[in-house]
Structures are given as C-alpha cells and as structure tokens.
Nanobody
Framework: QVQLVEAGGGLVQAGGSLRLSCAASGRTFSNYGMAWFRQAPGEGREFVAAIDLMSRLSYADSVKGRFTISRDNAKNTVYLQMNNLKPEDTAVYYC???????????WGQGTQVTVSS
C-alpha cells in the first residue's frame, strides 16, 4: 500500500506557472510508476503525464511542451511543473501510482488548479 498526498494547486492567471508535488509514503517509491491525471468540471478523468521506473516520460498532446513531470526518489516525491497555463487546464489534478500492474492502483485526494483568463 502507498499513500499519496498532492500539494501546490491554486489560482493563477493564464500564461502563469505552478508546480504540483505528490509525496508518497509506504512501499519503496522507486518501484512505482507515477502519473498525473486531471478532471475538469463535468468531464471524465484524463491522463496528463507519466514517469515510469526508468524515468521514461509520456505526455498528453494537450500539455506537451508546457508541462514537465519529474521524480525525486530520495524524497519519495513526483512533480508536475506547469508552464504557460491556459484556462482549459483548470481541473482537479490527481497523482497516481502503479505497482506491478498496467493500471494505476493508488490515487491521491487531488488538488485544484484554476487558471483565469
């Protein structure tokens, strides 16, 4: 079992930046693939970015070139640096972890990101 706690959300103007963090506790963090998802009001949850055990990266097309995912295994933390934010990035952002599975079994409680135009 692993527990995930997100932080860093808030209100920002379009074009601004935010950095989200997700602190993990429990099993060895380096054994987990990590990802960020988001859910806008009235929409389903969508994939944003992922970083696997080998630190290979993947991004949704909508955030490529603007968002950067990274991990610090010594701090048991994964980050999402978000630059050039747009109003359509407004959503609750969730951190997720996968362990020996194709699915993400563990989820944080989410952090709200609001981008004003």
């Amino acid at each position: 079992q692993v527990q995930l706690v997100e932080a860093g959300g808030g209100l920002v103007q379009a074009g601004g930046s935010l950095r989200l963090s997700c602190a993990a506790s429990g099993r060895t963090f380096s054994n987990y693939g990590m990802a960020w998802f988001r859910q806008a009001p009235g929409e389903g949850r969508e994939f944003v970015a992922a970083i696997d055990l080998m630190s290979r990266l993947s991004y949704a097309d909508s955030v490529k070139g603007r968002f950067t995912i990274s991990r610090d295994n010594a701090k048991n933390t994964v980050y999402l640096q978000m630059n050039n934010l747009k109003p359509e990035d407004t959503a609750v952002y969730y951190c997720a972890a996968q362990y020996l599975s194709r699915d993400y079994q563990y989820w944080g409680q989410g952090t709200q990101v609001t981008v004003s135009s």
